[in-house]
DNA sequence: CGCGGCATTCACAAATTTGTGAAGTTAAGG
DNA sequence: CCTTAACTTCACAAATTTGTGAATGCCGCG
């Protein structure tokens, strides 16, 4: 995989916000460009595991690893070290899962991915559609099985646990927002 | 793909119990092996979107869609046309995902793969050691970023979320088996 | 109104993954 | 103790996926 990363990495846009060093800009480059770097990987490689594609799993971590939440195309691409084409691939799918969200930054037109803090794990609760494909694929096979064979049965009661899920998830992320409150005051970002 | 595989196949220990249709049966072989075969194809073709991989998702929806709710590898290989090695592949799979047990029928070595009607949803939210990894990550993560930074606080955030969701397992799968237990009665197997 | 920069799309090349055939291993049955 | 039948492992071939480079389209700015 040659993975020999280079090393001199001079990603210091990489911050966004207040990030008043002022200090000697001595020190190493950009925040802890290192650690960062390494979180983001050890995250993506969960990701991965989980399913999701690779370009999209480093992008992902990426975002979340960065302090704005939010980093331009460019960014990503610099940080990442990877093609614009593999970006933009990788953030059309991300889009479509509804894991990141697209702005425009009012003056140029680099366009910003972000993720809301909260965004993502509701995302990844709200798998609303991708549940229906599946209730749709079980329902069906009740029918072509037969409601009274024992196969039937089971795939009924599968259908089930996916509804009861969808039933319970509303509470469960209500329940969720409570405990972020107590934890964390008011959500600091959007 | 060489398809030659003898057809001969004994294979009619896949019925287990009552077969009661009634309308229209057809008589064609095995019961439905058309219905069953499209339910096979749509259901694994859904896990794999999910990022299951292709021959653990065929397997598993064929086992799902069993009467028995289990299978030898030699029933797998032939119903869905696939050589033994594949599917040990897969099942080794699978099991290490905690998605099927290995039973062992007392007489032949044959192996028997199956899923246990509850088993399946609970590996599904059992994600335990899965979970495990990723708190550990995200704890990475935060120590690395630093707990105080905008990036570090999203994470802990996050992490946050995940040990929620941990704790509210337990209690959604007990109200799942209440449910469970409404709508269907008593378990009828294992 | 035209220029300059960004992002997207297309087609291809490379790398990883997938599934098969054949040999290896273990255990039942004569 | 040997034969036989299964499951597993190994190495390879094929197919799908992945990421890049180059070309195209867009939009804001001068």
Redesign the pocket.
């Known amino acids: ?2 993975e020999d990363t280079a090393r001199t990495a001079e990603s210091e846009q990489l911050e966004g916000s207040g990030q008043l060093e002022g200090a000697e800009r001595q020190p190493p480059a950009g925040r802890d460009a290192e650690a960062v770097g390494q979180f983001v990987e050890r995250f993506a490689a969960r990701l991965v595991e989980a399913g999701l ?4 799993s ?1 992008i992902f971590a990426a975002l979340l690893a960065s302090d704005s939440g939010s980093l ?3 960014e990503l ?1 610099e940080q990442l ?12 799918y991300l889009s479509q899962q509804h894991m990141v969200s ?1 702005e ?1 930054d ?7 991915y972000r993720v809301h803090s909260d965004q993502w794990y509701e995302a990844l609760a709200n798998r609303d559609t991708v549940m229906k494909h599946w209730e749709a694929a079980l329902r069906d096979g009740v029918h072509s099985l037969g409601a009274t064979t024992p196969a039937g049965i089971r795939l009924a009661e599968t259908l089930a646990f996916f509804e009861f899920v969808e039933t319970e998830m509303p509470g469960l992320l209500s329940r969720w927002r409570i405990r972020r409150e107590e934890l964390f005051g008011e959500g600091p970002r959007g």
């Open positions: 995989m040659a594609p690779r370009m999209p480093r331009t195309s460019a691409g070290r990877i093609s614009p084409a593999a970006v933009s691939g990788a953030v059309r697209r425009r009012p003056g140029s037109r680099r366009e910003r």
